[in-house]
Nanobody, 125 residues
Framework: VQLQASGGGLVQAGGSRRLSCAAS????????LAWFRQAPGKEREYVGA????????YYVESVKGRSTISRDNAKNTVYLQMNSLKSEDTAVYYC???????????????????WGQGTLVTVSS
């Protein structure tokens, strides 16, 4: 299983960025997908996730209303659209995957077992 995150870069505060994560080596539609981030000097933080069906999503409070996770099962890709970016959103963003038995439930954050390499988003103020 390989997860390849991309789309990071430098963006001004208030701007938007869309991250992508392309997966290979798995039956994509059987996996819930999540995004995590790790800011400099901080622990990794769960950002949100999407069910294998794409019908349900979850976001942590710090990004809720500013971010959207979506997936394209035909392209084996999950996306994280981030708007109204703040300096505190600066981090390396990781995608993660976990096979799930149901279409409607999300794994707990510590249950994801496949990880991408991360892509850096830097928000300048």
């Amino acid at each position: 299983v390989q997860l390849q995150a991309s789309g990071g870069g430098l963006v001004q505060a208030g701007g938007s960025r869309r991250l992508s994560c392309a997966a290979s080596g798995l039956t994509f539609s059987l996996y819930a997908l999540a995004w995590f981030r790790q800011a400099p000097g901080k622990e990794r933080e769960y950002v949100g996730a999407i069910t294998r069906s794409g019908n349900n999503t979850y976001y942590v409070e710090s990004v809720k209303g500013r971010s959207t996770i979506s997936r394209d099962n035909a392209k084996n890709t999950v996306y994280l659209q981030m708007n109204s970016l703040k300096s505190e959103d600066t981090a390396v963003y990781y995608c993660a995957a976990r096979v799930t038995a149901t279409t409607a439930k999300l794994p707990a954050p510590d249950e994801y077992n496949y990880w991408g390499q991360g892509t850096l988003v830097t928000v300048s103020s």
